[in-house]
């Protein structure tokens, strides 16, 4: 069986588009598990159509990840956000991968979805990362590895999704599957990617602290190597390629302020210094 666990908070107008796309899955061994925090709109009511394992748990998405899996009784399990859906074979996919080749873990890549502006460049951002290992993140496990591991890091919120995969890839192999997720971005806008990208590295100082050599890729947004090695996109659509250098920027500001909001520029700057070191 796999387990797909879905963390929600007031997501009432996405989550019945990823419930739809896990019960049209060709793969039938599945069960759904939903880990609410505290929504105060229909969220729970939608998804108690399609599960009765409804939780509520909080106060962020890594403890809401670690007790659905907690819960969970499938083999596998999946780690979902509202906002994706999956395309109808990927768990399938899955599953033979990861008995094929051994694995304990995988990748499914993903794609952005929407027409709005910012979903237009997030897309011409993911295009890029396809086969990188730096970026990409494994949500799908192996449950007994997954406990192994402790789960997320519940001490941090977005960057959650490098640290366990990265912990997990020292000891195991992390597949890659074939088949794709989708993820639903016609809601961001500019102002919410910027609030975003403050919270989050605000939030993953200690993920800087804890993983100092991966800083320099991960954390560098503005002079990644993918984007020298896709160049040919930025000439192909050249107003796309300066919209989305435009936003890294923003992005780049944004989470330098919210990094050191959470730590100060002592540590800022002591972080940045021992990342350096380290690549050295």
């Known amino acids: 069986m796999i387990s797909v666990i879905i963390t929600t908070k007031n997501n009432e107008l996405i989550l019945r588009g990823l419930l739809e796309s896990v019960k049209k899955q060709t793969y039938e061994k599945i069960e759904i598990i939903v880990v609410d925090n505290n929504s105060v709109d229909k969220t729970k009511q939608i998804a108690s159509e399609y599960t009765k394992k409804v939780f509520n748990k909080g106060p962020e998405r890594s403890v809401q990840r670690n007790f659905g899996v907690e819960k969970a009784i499938g083999k596998y399990v999946v780690i979902l956000d509202s ?4 395309s109808k074979e990927v768990l399938e996919n899955c599953k033979q991968i990861v ?3 051994r ?5 499914i890549p993903e794609k952005t979805v929407g027409d709005n502006f910012i979903a237009k460049v997030r897309r011409f951002e993911r295009e890029m990362y396809e086969g990188d290992s730096e970026i990409e993140v494994a949500r799908f496990f192996e449950r007994k590895v997954f406990l192994e591991f402790g789960g997320y890091d519940t001490k941090l919120t977005g960057p959650e999704d490098y640290d366990l995969p990265y912990r997990i890839s020292k000891k195991y192999m992390i597949g890659r599957a074939d088949k794709y997720l989708y993820h639903d971005e016609s809601d961001l806008n500019l102002g919410k990617l910027l609030g ?8 993953g100082a200690r993920y800087a602290q804890k993983h100092p050599e991966l800083v320099r890729s991960q954390g560098n947004l503005l002079f990644r190597k993918v984007y020298l090695r896709h160049w040919k996109k ?11 250098i435009f936003v890294r920027v923003l992005e ?18 002591r ?5 350096i070191k380290v690549k050295k």
């Open 103 to 107: 694995v304990k873990a995988l990748v």
């Open 99 to 101: 008995q094929r080749d």
């Open 83 to 86: 906002d994706m859906r999956l």
């Open 252 to 269: 780049t500001i944004f989470a330098i302020f919210g990094f050191i909001s959470a730590v100060g520029m002592i540590k800022f700057v």
């Open 271 to 275: 972080v940045l210094y021992k990342s």
């Open 196 to 203: 975003k990208k403050f919270y989050y590295a605000k939030n």
């Open 234 to 244: 930025f000439i192909k659509n050249p107003v796309l390629g300066l919209s989305f």
